[in-house]
């Protein structure tokens, strides 16, 4: 079981949730960007919800199916189509062998995942499958797809969607999908955050600019963070600063005023100010903007955080009900 | 017990602060707090981090929430570690791991050897000796997969990292940036002046433990010949 790309697309890679655990080793984390399109794409094919998928980014990839899979398209609106068809996203759809499944350019957001039944099956590498490019790690040979790459499909899990699979047409689907007001609102441009430890070493000017101002996305950000362009934010004075730990969503000011938020491809550790940390219920709706695309810091607690991360928790143990029963239920071909 | 500072990392770490001063014994208490987070990890954490004055511990805010009624994960976590911390004091610090690395110095694996001798106003043999005849104790595992932050080295031997940096130095490369020094486990760019080279895999993704070094650990380096470089490779 195999799907062949046909064209890599700009930055497609196999990503999974993580590679968790290996930070005392300097291992970078990684994993998909964007986590709630990881999980619901993967429940939706009846997977494990960190099961590895494929990320592309912007520009899309063009997929060559070799035999029948049940796939799921989640996150960002990259233009999907089989045979010219549009594909719909949040629900599951069966592909025949010899479809071609074609991403064109971002209508919507800026990352996509294709999660398919099984599973991507690469070697484990420190507890996770995926892409690392800077080390050569995990993936296929730690490297982005290209053309010409066989991505290996795992075994089907029993427990998985019976959809119309007869009849001639490229892909079919079913009427239902995860419902609009339960996906991350990725237009969205303000970001919850958490004030950061060196926040009141800022002048004050820049903590009323950090809270009330618009940042820009440069273009010299990718999976490892985000460059942000906007108000010059400038400590009191210096202050000697000793590397620790940082988190996905810690947003560092290095001396020139322009802050980084780090992501899912950060090193380990830093030795910038931290003026806050993305909260990680919007890291969804970061992953989803592009350079030039704005954002806000919108000024929450800790316990805001968390209290936000509980109730979606809910939400998605409602969605995994409901995708079950809709199993058990009748499909109609679309 | 010592009182012990508590700060979020975001809304999944906590940072916990072991002492203001980078020194041995922050290091130890680092150390300890590590090695029991490795043999105890309590349920809902992720990982730790140690770092050169704290520890960094990561945790699934929705595992905590279950497991302890009417607390905010966050004040759990705390509660948590300060038990953890309040038992920890009352441990034996065990003995540093001292760990051997073989260097073979100057010509091609070591390229800027002749100008960090310069800089310094010594021989390009002073400064091998120099450099392979100090121990450096290994404060923390970061930058990139494997790369030890080493202290302790003779500040004779501080040298300006270079002008551009290299586009990529290969594995096992040992360089001086500024006060530093270190070994680049990957290939990676860089603009540390190198030195030398070992044989020996600093980053070993196949292992169990990937970074050969974790913080505590004494370093050695061991001047070698190219010979013995390339029989150490092979055997590799």
């Given at each position: 079981?195999?799907?062949?790309?046909?064209q890599?697309?700009?930055?497609?890679?196999?990503?999974?949730?993580?590679?968790?655990?290996?930070?005392?080793?300097?291992?970078?984390v990684?994993?998909?960007?964007?986590?709630?399109?990881?999980?619901?794409?993967?429940?939706?094919?009846?997977?494990?919800?960190?099961?590895?998928?494929?990320?592309?980014?912007?520009?899309?990839?063009?997929?060559?199916?070799?035999?029948?899979?049940?796939?799921?398209?989640?996150g960002?609106?990259?233009?999907?189509?089989i045979?010219?068809?549009?594909?719909?996203?949040?629900?599951?759809?069966w592909?025949?062998a010899?479809s071609v499944?074609?991403?064109?350019?971002?209508?919507?957001?800026?990352?996509?995942y294709?999660a398919i039944?099984?599973?991507?099956?690469?070697?484990?590498?420190?507890?996770?499958?995926?892409?690392?490019?800077?080390?050569?790690?995990?993936?296929?040979?730690?490297?982005?797809?290209?053309?010409?790459?066989?991505?290996?499909?795992?075994?089907?899990?029993?427990?998985?969607f019976?959809?119309?699979?007869?009849?001639?047409?490229?892909?079919s689907?079913?009427?239902?999908s995860?419902?609009?007001?339960?996906?991350?609102?990725?237009?969205?441009?303000?970001?919850?955050t958490?004030?950061g430890p060196?926040?009141?070493?800022?002048?004050?000017?820049?903590?009323?600019?950090?809270?009330e101002?618009?940042?820009?996305?440069?273009?010299?950000?990718?999976?490892?963070?985000?460059?942000?362009?906007?108000?010059?934010l400038?400590?009191?004075k210096p202050?000697?600063?000793i590397?620790?730990?940082?988190?996905a969503?810690?947003?560092?000011?290095?001396?020139?005023?322009?802050?980084?938020?780090?992501?899912?491809?950060?090193?380990?550790?830093?030795?910038?100010?931290?003026?806050?940390?993305?909260?990680?219920?919007?890291?969804?709706?970061?992953?989803?903007?592009?350079?030039?695309?704005?954002?806000?810091?919108?000024?929450?607690t800790?316990?805001?955080?968390?209290?936000?991360?509980?109730?979606?928790?809910?939400a998605i143990?409602?969605?995994?009900?409901?995708?079950?029963?809709m199993?058990?239920?009748?499909?109609?071909?679309? | 017990m010592?009182?012990?500072?508590?700060?979020?990392?975001?809304?999944?770490?906590?940072?916990?602060?072991?002492?203001?001063?980078?020194?041995?014994?922050?290091l130890?208490?680092?150390?300890?707090?590590?090695?029991?987070l490795?043999?105890?990890?309590?349920?809902?954490?992720?990982?730790?981090v140690?770092?050169?004055?704290?520890?960094a511990?990561?945790?699934?805010?929705?595992?905590?929430y279950?497991?302890s009624?009417?607390?905010?994960?966050y004040?759990?976590?705390?509660?948590?570690?300060?038990?953890?911390?309040?038992?920890?004091?009352?441990?034996?610090?065990?003995?540093?791991?001292v760990?051997?690395?073989?260097?073979?110095?100057?010509g091609?694996?070591g390229?800027?050897?002749k100008?960090?001798?310069?800089?310094?106003?010594?021989?390009?043999?002073?400064?091998?000796?120099?450099h392979?005849?100090t121990?450096?104790m290994?404060?923390?595992?970061?930058?990139?997969?494997g790369?030890?932050?080493l202290?302790?080295?003779?500040?004779?031997?501080?040298?300006?990292r270079?002008?551009?940096?290299?586009?990529?130095i290969?594995?096992?490369s040992?360089?001086i940036?500024?006060k530093?020094?270190?070994v680049y486990?990957i290939?990676?760019?860089?603009?540390?002046?190198l030195?030398?080279?070992?044989?020996?895999?600093l980053f070993?993704?196949?292992?169990?433990?990937?970074?050969?070094?974790?913080?505590?650990?004494?370093?050695?380096?061991?001047?070698?010949?190219?010979?013995?470089?390339?029989?150490?490779?092979?055997?590799?």
């Amino acid at each position: 079981m195999s799907i062949e790309i046909l064209q890599p697309g700009l930055s497609t890679t196999i990503q999974d949730s993580g590679r968790n655990g290996y930070q005392k080793h300097g291992v970078v984390v990684g994993g998909a960007m964007d986590p709630f399109a990881l999980r619901m794409g993967n429940l939706l094919v009846g997977n494990e919800e960190g099961a590895a998928v494929i990320e592309a980014t912007l520009i899309g990839p063009k997929l060559l199916f070799h035999e029948d899979h049940l796939i799921a398209i989640s996150g960002g609106d990259l233009s999907p189509k089989i045979s010219g068809k549009p594909v719909p996203s949040w629900r599951p759809v069966w592909v025949k062998a010899g479809s071609v499944l074609a991403f064109g350019h971002a209508q919507k957001g800026c990352r996509a995942y294709v999660a398919i039944a099984g599973g991507i099956d690469v070697p484990i590498v420190m507890g996770s499958r995926s892409t690392y490019v800077r080390a050569k790690l995990g993936g296929l040979e730690g490297r982005a797809l290209k053309a010409g790459d066989r991505i290996p499909i795992g075994k089907t899990n029993a427990d998985c969607f019976s959809l119309d699979k007869k009849g001639d047409a490229p892909f079919s689907t079913v009427s239902w999908s995860i419902g609009e007001n339960a996906i991350p609102s990725y237009e969205n441009r303000s970001v919850r955050t958490i004030g950061g430890p060196e926040f009141k070493d800022f002048t004050e000017e820049s903590q009323t600019r950090f809270y009330e101002d618009e940042f820009q996305i440069a273009p010299q950000s990718d999976r490892m963070g985000y460059r942000l362009s906007g108000p010059d934010l400038q400590l009191k004075k210096p202050k000697e600063q000793i590397s620790e730990a940082v988190s996905a969503g810690t947003i560092q000011v290095p001396p020139g005023g322009s802050p980084i938020i780090l992501l899912a491809d950060r090193q380990t550790t830093g030795g910038y100010p931290k003026i806050g940390y993305v909260a990680t219920i919007d890291l969804p709706i970061l992953a989803q903007k592009k350079p030039g695309d704005t954002l806000r810091f919108q000024n929450i607690t800790v316990k805001e955080a968390q209290h936000a991360l509980l109730l979606r928790e809910r939400a998605i143990n409602q969605l995994k009900c409901s995708i079950k029963l809709m199993k058990t239920g009748g499909f109609k071909r679309v | 017990m010592e009182h012990y500072e508590f700060s979020p990392l975001g809304d999944s770490g906590m940072i916990v602060n072991m002492g203001e001063e980078i020194d041995r014994k922050t290091l130890e208490k680092v150390t300890a707090l590590s090695a029991y987070l490795e043999e105890h990890p309590f349920d809902g954490m992720t990982e730790y981090v140690p770092g050169f004055t704290t520890v960094a511990v990561f945790y699934d805010p929705i595992k905590i929430y279950n497991q302890s009624i009417n607390e905010f994960p966050y004040e759990a976590v705390v509660k948590t570690l300060k038990q953890i911390l309040s038992k920890l004091s009352t441990r034996k610090q065990s003995e540093s791991r001292v760990v051997d690395i073989p260097v073979c110095y100057g010509g091609k694996f070591g390229p800027d050897l002749k100008e960090v001798a310069n800089h310094a106003g010594l021989t390009p043999e002073e400064v091998v000796r120099i450099h392979s005849g100090t121990e450096y104790m290994v404060y923390m595992i970061g930058f990139a997969p494997g790369f030890p932050y080493l202290g302790g080295m003779d500040e004779r031997l501080a040298v300006p990292r270079r002008p551009s940096p290299r586009v990529s130095i290969p594995v096992g490369s040992v360089g001086i940036g500024g006060k530093q020094t270190g070994v680049y486990p990957i290939e990676s760019p860089g603009g540390w002046q190198l030195i030398g080279k070992t044989p020996i895999k600093l980053f070993r993704p196949e292992e169990d433990q990937p970074s050969l070094l974790r913080a505590g650990d004494v370093v050695r380096f061991q001047p070698i010949s190219r010979e013995e470089f390339e029989r150490l490779e092979v055997g590799d």
